[in-house]
């Protein structure tokens, strides 16, 4: 045996339970962070006696500890390589606050999102480990919103949520973090940590759950794991190589590489977890997405914490009610109920549900639309009351508004991306106190005529994403001249955002000298008026250009030059060592040793 040992590794070694090892090691009063501390050669001894001691007498160390029924029977089973090598990690971090749950219930599956930053391999690692194509079928190859699978794994079932990795999707990628039990951060060999990849770090923190990294695209020749474990150290997490207990598993989306270790460690971590959640009573779940078909209606996606969904159950969730109609598993197939753990797409709301909302079972549908009907009294009653407290002022009757206002009509795929996107705009909003972004409409499904008939009368362009508008709204919008855009990528739409607002702002302008001229003679011309004949000292004289002219350092005169000669040739514009003279625009009162300055105005950028 080695000086020292990691607690899992030697549970897996002892033929125990990571839970009965942890419990073990509190009856001995020995101090740890987690499952991946590590134990010195002297404790892991004393611990391997016991165990055997207690094994010999025929003691059940498990129950004696907790009481509880053995997680799994995959369990703590993490390889030497994944544990020793380089490859898995989870966290240190605060303790989670759970539901009370019965120590009987069912074990259920474990939720894991999947996060990190843009294209460092999230939807890539889920396609690999489910067997399928998704990161093929996204626009730009990024992940829009949140996909919500299952997949069979040697070590059971594991759910998964896939969550965007571009900066727009930060509600989006914080729904997922609050509604999951191990969160794995993705993160590119070759890229290392990215703006991304801290937040989504910062968001799984937030939610206090395990993290384990998954280092990724260790195949390609510029691959440096170790340089992404350093990079870890200073967001906190420490890997074990490092005397740290943060899993970190190298992996390779693209051959496969890795994928069993980081399924064995998720495996580990759902054990000692002990994630149990009860099939009967009231259902209970969150809302993952919700979008608005063309068919079908309103579908959401929920994701069951406790209870069991049934076709013709009522829900409340929000100001929603819903009769479930159908229910629809991540394959697609109908299926008569859901359990916890399983996300499904539930069909019959009667309006769509706001992503991240909880769902509630209730008990017929008179009281699940009574219950949605008081949430809506209730919000449409504080709404009036912070209207009635803000009042009005003397300045907001008698100043004049400086703030120019962008009106927007948003339309996108689902309730989700709806939201991400809303708040990416009152982002840009704000940083621009000269315009003021006026979302008037922001609703899911394609544009209709009625948001031409808006957008014509309050002058408001219409954007779209993920959505298409039919090829009537299309000829609509062309001969009413509404703007209507579509977009697939994200990017594109806050680039266009971003120009629009800035074709708003009033232009800057500031001073740019181009050159100056010195007056050694003032020459009288008949009808012409005094013409300064004058040597250029630097930069270039350029005629229709703005003039000041500067006597004894006071500005005398500021305005233009009319004419500009060399010789008795009129000419454009005179370089430095030249001399020429110079006509000022309605000035005649030039000297000798007058200094001419020439400027332009130049534009300020928009920043």
Not at 47 to 56: I, K, M, N, P, S
Not at 424 to 452: F, H, I, Q, R, Y
Request: with cysteine.
């Amino acid at each position: 045996m080695s000086d020292k040992v990691r607690i899992y590794q030697l549970a897996k070694d002892l033929g125990v339970e990571t839970k009965e090892m942890l419990a073990i090691l509190d009856d001995m009063g020995v101090e740890y962070k987690s499952h991946s501390s590590t134990l010195e050669h002297d404790v892991a001894e004393a611990v391997t006696q016991l165990v055997a001691e207690t094994q010999g007498g025929g003691a059940d160390t498990a129950k004696a500890a907790d009481g509880a029924e053995p997680a799994s029977d995959t369990e703590a089973a993490a390889p030497a390589a994944a544990a020793d090598s380089a490859a898995t990690e989870v966290a240190e971090r605060p303790a989670k606050t759970k539901a009370p749950v019965a120590a009987d219930a069912p074990l259920r599956a474990p939720v894991v999102t999947v996060m990190g930053h843009v294209d460092h391999g999230k939807t890539s690692l889920l396609d690999k480990i489910r067997k399928t194509k998704v990161a093929e079928g996204e626009a730009g190859g990024i992940t829009q919103h949140i996909g919500a699978y299952q997949a069979e794994t040697p070590s059971g079932t594991v759910t998964f949520l896939d969550t965007p990795g571009h900066e727009a999707f930060t509600a989006i990628r914080q729904r997922g973090a609050n509604a999951t039990d191990i969160a794995v951060i993705v993160v590119a060999a070759d890229d290392s940590i990215m703006p991304q990849t801290r937040e989504a770090i910062a968001h799984a923190k937030a939610a206090a759950v395990p993290i384990i990294v998954a280092v990724n695209k260790t195949d390609l020749p510029q691959a440096n794991p170790a340089k992404v474990k350093q990079d870890l150290m200073q967001l906190g997490l420490v890997a074990e190589e490092f005397g740290g207990d943060t899993v970190v598993v190298e992996i390779s989306a693209k051959t496969g590489a890795g994928i069993d270790d980081l399924l064995e460690m998720i495996s580990l971590v759902a054990e000692v977890e002990d994630l149990r959640a009860s099939p009967t009573g009231s259902a209970r779940g969150i809302v993952i997405e919700s979008v608005l078909d063309k068919q079908a209606g309103v579908l959401a996606t929920v994701l069951v914490q406790e209870g069991t969904l049934h076709v013709a159950d009522y829900l409340v969730s929000g100001e929603a009610w819903a009769k479930i109609r159908r229910l629809t598993d991540y394959n697609g197939r109908v299926i008569k109920q859901a359990g916890p753990s399983v996300p499904v797409q539930i069909l019959g709301f009667s309006a769509q549900p706001q992503a991240g909302d909880t769902v509630e079972a209730a008990s017929d549908e008179a009281s699940a639309k009574a219950l949605a009907a008081q949430r809506y009294d209730e919000r449409i009653e504080a709404d009036r009351a912070l209207i009635g407290r803000k009042g009005l002022t003397l300045a907001d009757l008698y100043t004049k508004p400086k703030v120019k206002v962008l009106n927007l009509l948003l339309r996108a795929d689902t309730q989700g991306t709806l939201e991400a996107i809303k708040g990416v705009l009152e982002k840009e909003a704000a940083a621009t106190a000269e315009v003021d972004l006026n979302l008037m409409l922001a609703e899911v499904g394609a544009p209709t005529e009625s948001d031409l008939m808006l957008a014509s009368t309050a002058e408001a362009s219409i954007f779209c994403f993920g959505v298409n508008p039919t090829g009537g709204v299309k000829k609509s919008a062309e001969r009413q001249g509404v703007t209507l855009k579509v977009f697939k990528i994200i990017y594109e739409l806050i680039e266009e955002v971003q120009r629009m607002i800035r074709g708003q702002i009033e232009p800057e302008f500031e001073e740019q000298v181009i050159g100056h001229a010195e007056v050694r003679a003032v020459i009288k011309v008949p009808r012409s008026g005094n013409i300064a004949g004058s040597y250029v000292t630097d930069g270039v004289i350029r005629r229709g250009a703005k003039a000041r002219l500067t006597r004894a350092g006071k500005e005398v005169y500021k305005g233009s030059i009319a004419q500009l000669r060399r010789f008795k040739d009129d000419v454009r514009e005179v370089a430095a060592g030249f001399e020429c003279g110079i006509n000022l625009q309605n000035y005649d009162n030039v000297q000798e040793g007058d200094i001419i300055e020439i400027y332009e105005m130049v534009e300020i950028p928009v920043v």
